[in-house]
């Protein structure tokens, strides 16, 4: 389905196009959701928030502003990072680090997601320790960029280059799969 | 502007990460609306965290999807659509079951009309808009073509030019005059190789270890001969696997390079001298 079709369905409210949209980005949504919360319980909630978020507020929707998806990305990525910073979210989880979900989740959960995706770790792993770290504060921790700059006292040039460089590795390897 | 060095300065990946505060973003679009090139990255950027996000996705569980799915339900039969075109039409077409009368038939004819009409419209826009959007992709497509004819462009130039070295320096009669850095005080393991045609007099140049430079200075190379030393050209040490072609030296019985000042100097700086070799 092309994008504006798709746009004009949801914005009818056309509940087989919301469920098309929901077979198509449910994967990549939650995807960038569980980068974020491990739990995957409170993820999912997370998720379902975000979701319905999405198909009531699709009037809000600037198609001059980005693409369908990048908008869906961050309301579904801020609905994560509100939720991490939330009272009840840190009293629950801790002690979670990245390295925890990087390295730890996918023994923890068995075997389905590793079947249908490639995981984090596999993901990451042709990034050098630079952009590694970088990603890892920004699209996992959800610092935002001047955050890290300041926090590991490094140029923010140094910080932006990074992120480029990084997702253009990550490009690569997300098409050779 | 440099569009090229906006492009990469990873401003556009933070736009799309939405990690811009207002203003930011503002300048973003203003720059994607101008330049079509800054528009096509962040499709490319967009289009990349899509793949990245797809592949590296988790598919949530059967049991959310069913909720999901549920609330749409909900929500869509609490959502009222925005008082428009459709409504009043439909009443109107439903008085046609039963006796109708002769103002009315016209009527309806009417309405029947209106709305093959109003279809037909809405089936020209989304004809226009499909056409639309397969022209910009075409467009597309032919700048992506452009730009890689251009970098094969540029690498045609690239491989001409080291055929056109590499063959010189087989023809051609060249002897092999090492510069080292041994014993002097600049780079103790500095190497370059320089070699000499002294019939065609052509003088080429291989950096093999070489420091790197501050930008206000150059190395120059000297072929000292009868006349005392003569400045034969600029070595990039940068360029490590690449013949170097310099001037023409007519007589030399030693070859050396100096630091000077950017862009070479008449008489050579004795004192900043890096690597020397005699021509045996």
Redesign the interface.
Known sequence: MEEQALIEGLRARNKQVQEYLYEKYSRALFGVISRIIFDREIAEEVFHDGFMKIIKKIDNYDESKGRLYTWMANICRNSAIDKTRSKEFSKRNKTNTIDAYVYGMESETGTAEAVDGIGVKELMEDLNDEQRFVMECIYFKGYTHTEVAEEYSLPLGTVKSRIRSAIKVLKKKADKI | MDIQEYI????L???????LNETE?QEV?AMAKKYPEIDQE??A??E??????????????N???N???D???S??QK?T?PASKGGPLQKEVKLEPGGVPVSNAWKTFAVAASVVALLSLSAAI?YA??YF?VEQRFEIALQRNAVLAEEMQTNQVKMNALDTEMEKFITGNFDKIPMKGEGLPMQEDALVNVFWDKNSKEVLLAVDQLAKLDPDNDYQLWAIGDEGPVGIGLVDPANILGLQTMNLASSAQAFAITIEPKGGSESPTLEKLVVLGEVS
């Open positions: 990469s300065s990873g401003k990946e933070l736009f799309v990460l939405g990690d973003q679009l962040i499709a950027i967009e990349a965290m899509l793949a990245i996000d797809q592949a590296s996705g988790v598919t949530p569980s049991e959310v999807k909720k999901v799915f609330s749409l339900e929500e869509n959502y659509p989304y808009n499909q959007d």
